[in-house]
């Protein structure tokens, strides 16, 4: 038989019997009326999980996790309020359903099924994933809750003591919110969880306000592999900054007692706290999976034997609220709607098409209320001396300081934050003077962590803030890019747009910084934000346009929702010379606050007919070095800067290239897996078409800095060598 049908079948015999198993008395605090819905929330959850095998059997129902055996949420749902914002592990319906069963107009068995069998009108993610979540319910839906959920937890948490001086515009919740995170024992292993415990308690103990409940579900298996006996407690305790608290999550009474503690202490004095809840994980691990292939049939029967709905029928009896012979009635009627439902739910319609699925990549707008932006005086104090120095040239590095201030003084709710933004003012000084401008709650100097920076941002942009992440190098991303990918990026399709985390992340990066740092300062490959659905991808190539570029992608993010990341090329910082030293003509004047750049141009510079340069970052100077060379030869040129690396400016390029006898890609990243590859595919109808590009090796330190990029001389030959018609595979490559 079925494990599943093993632990229903031997529920009704044991209540029928009496047979309930051992366990302390109820303990005070769950009243009558709560302890009657967390055993109805308990009741339909296992309904749902019973009734999910069967629809997968029938091929009505698709890929699910269950919640058996971790019940006991449901007392947890009913120790915080409606409005504290929860993130959820996947075996938590319990708790989604207690939740809803004290608001007015849910139905969660509807929804749960719709959702089971991916349906259209699936109220959360419209049929795109089997998720727990609600807008009505400040539930956001987590895809894979490995622990990457956590993060945003954290950035969630601290977003609420942010509102106390500016509640942004479009924030979701009150000041005096909890924000809830639970996860699985096996999942405290993550990194994602272990720099989250450590974020949160880091910020605690410097005084800072977060206020959040870490729930840690301990049934001792993650899959087939067991935890140690006593790890977890001992990993949990161990941490700095966080109260500790547990509780058996087989008692509804200990629990909703545990919890309402816990979070009754963070609420009156904003530190975090974990709740460290034992559970037992009832049928497999998900889907068909079977755990006598990997557990002994007496360890699974004994975790059955402590079926959290065994021991809640025993509490119900102990406390006067409700007869075993009641609970047996309603357990089973509790079967027979789900049952009942379910042959409606497979009925709904699903989504068909490409466009259908797609709907929700790109998340909806949001009204904002009309800016007038920075007056004159404020933008004499925040400035000082440097309005004065707006009109000469300057080196993008402090162009791109003042689009910060300007950015920061027109949006109240923009807070910038990272390694060394604050104090030092960044690796490269690009944020200097703003911590000084705004103060440490807008400009906040973050523990060594990529995860937690983008934690942080998630959660904040989840609340109606503007965060602008730094990573100090491209490199360091790829500790982290999973908070993009599958945390910020996913929010809005998963959950129909309900859900956003609007952030303008800044990234130094790309190549030619002269003899420093090696491959870790200098990362020349886009291919892993390309790749992510919904992202835009911005990378300026002179100062002014970074300075436009920026205001752009902060208008996409604080406007219309977007993801957004600006690549901001190391080696221009600083640039000022284009030809020869002193000539400055790298740089520009500061743009006027009211100029910026449209989504999805690109730059033309020049009008001929013979080369087109299609390029980006340092690429375009590089062009501009070769240009004069090739006009000396008698080649008319045109460079052609792409701006938007991701989705790239197609309709704009195509326009840019017509009339061109020859193009030249010029890719600074590898040959193998970036921009190049999709411009040659965009462009191929094009009879004169060729490539240059980076070979596919990672960079070195010291004078052979620059040696596996394309260089200007390269270009020139390059160049030459198509114009001329000679053979394109020397540099298809």
Not at 58 to 70: D, E, R, V
Not at 206 to 233: H, R, Y
Not at 398 to 422: K, Q, Y
Not at 490 to 495: A, D, I, R, V
Request: hydrophobic share 45%; glycine share 8%.
């Amino acid at each position: 038989m079925d494990r599943a049908d093993i632990v229903h079948d031997t529920f009704l015999r044991r209540v029928a019997a009496a047979d309930l198993p051992a366990g302390a008395r109820p303990c005070p605090g769950l009243s009558p009326d709560q302890a009657r819905m967390a055993f109805r929330a308990a009741c339909l959850s296992r309904a749902l999980d019973r009734q999910a095998r069967v629809m997968q059997r029938a091929g009505q129902g698709f890929y699910t996790i269950g919640s058996s055996g971790h019940e006991g949420m449901a007392a947890v749902a009913l120790a915080l309020r409606t409005g504290d914002m929860a993130m959820l592990h996947y075996r938590d319906a319990a708790f989604q359903i207690a939740r809803a069963l004290g608001v007015p107009g849910q139905d969660p068995v509807w929804d749960m099924l719709l959702s089971f069998a991916a349906s259209s009108e699936d109220p959360i993610s419209g049929g795109r994933h089997k998720v727990l979540g609600s807008r009505a319910l400040m539930i956001p839906p987590q895809t894979s809750t490995i622990a990457s959920h956590l993060p945003k937890a954290v950035g969630a948490a601290y977003s609420l003591g942010l509102m106390r001086k500016h509640r942004p515009e479009h924030a979701i919740m009150d000041p005096d919110s909890v924000v809830m995170c639970s996860f699985g024992d096996a999942s405290l292993n993550h990194s994602t969880a272990q720099g989250a415990l450590n974020a949160a308690g880091w910020a605690a103990w410097q005084g800072a306000p977060m206020p959040l409940l870490f729930v840690c579900e301990d049934n001792g298996i993650g899959i087939s592999t067991k935890s140690p006996p006593g790890w977890v407690e001992a990993v949990l305790r161990a941490r700095p900054g966080l109260d500790y608290h547990a509780a058996d999550g087989l008692d509804l009474y200990a629990t909703f007692a545990a919890a309402r503690t816990a979070i009754d202490a963070i609420r009156r004095s904003k530190r975090p706290a974990i709740l460290h809840l034992r559970t037992v994980r009832l049928y497999g691990h998900a889907g068909a999976d079977v755990p006598t292939t990997y557990l002994s049939r007496a360890e699974v029967e004994a975790d059955e034997a402590q079926d959290p709905l065994l021991h809640a029928v025993r509490l119900l009896r102990d406390a006067g609220v409700m007869t075993p012979a009641e609970a047996l009635a309603q357990y089973l009627a509790a079967a027979d709607e789900v049952a009942r439902r379910a042959e409606a739910a497979v009925k709904r319609p699903r989504l068909q098409t490409a466009a259908d699925v797609m709907a929700s990549i790109l998340p909806p707008p949001r009204p904002t209320a009309a800016r007038n932006g920075p007056g004159v005086e404020a933008r004499a104090e925040a400035f000082g001396p440097d309005l004065k120095a707006m009109a000469d040239p300057q080196p993008m590095s402090r162009l791109i300081n003042w689009a910060l201030t300007d950015l920061m003084l027109e949006r109240p709710e923009a807070v910038v934050m990272g390694e060394d933004v604050g104090r030092k003012g960044g690796v490269y000084g690009v944020t200097q003077k703003l911590l000084a401008r705004f103060g440490a709650a807008r400009v906040i100097d973050t523990l060594l962590d990529e995860q937690s920076i983008l934690g942080l941002a998630i959660g904040l942009g989840q609340n109606g803030f503007l965060p602008i992440p730094e990573i100090q190098f491209l490199a360091y991303l790829h500790n982290a890019e999973d908070q993009i990918r599958g945390e910020a990026a996913t929010l809005p399709f998963f959950s129909d747009g309900q859900f956003t985390n609007p952030m303008l992340v800044r990234i130094a990066g790309l190549g030619y910084q002269k003899g420093f740092g090696g491959h870790f300062h200098n990362d020349n490959s886009l291919a892993v934000l390309r790749d992510i659905p919904g992202l835009i991808v911005a990378v300026p190539s002179r100062g002014d346009e970074a300075v436009r570029m920026l205001r752009t992608c902060a208008r996409l993010a604080a406007e219309e929702n977007r993801v957004v990341v600006m690549v901001e090329p190391i080696a221009l910082y600083p640039g000022r010379d284009l030809h020869k030293p002193g000539d400055g003509l790298w740089m520009q004047p500061y743009p006027a606050p009211d100029q910026v750049m449209d989504f999805g141009s690109v730059g033309i510079d020049g009008d001929g007919t013979d080369l087109a340069i299609v390029t980006y970052g340092n690429g375009v100077m590089l062009a501009h070095q070769a240009r004069a060379a090739l006009a000396a030869a008698g080649l008319a040129t045109r460079i052609i800067d792409l701006r938007w690396i991701a989705p790239l400016p197609e309709a704009a390029l195509r326009k840019a290239v017509q009339g061109v006898r020859n193009i030249l890609i010029v890719d600074e990243c590898r040959r193998s897996g970036n921009v190049s590859e999709a411009l040659m595919t965009l462009l191929q109808p094009h009879p004169r078409l060729a490539r240059l590009t980076a070979e596919d090796s990672f960079i070195a330190t010291g004078p052979a800095y620059a040696a596996t990029l394309p260089s200007a001389a390269g270009i020139e030959a390059a160049a030459r060598a198509l114009c001329q018609g000679d053979n394109l595979s020397n540099f298809n490559r």
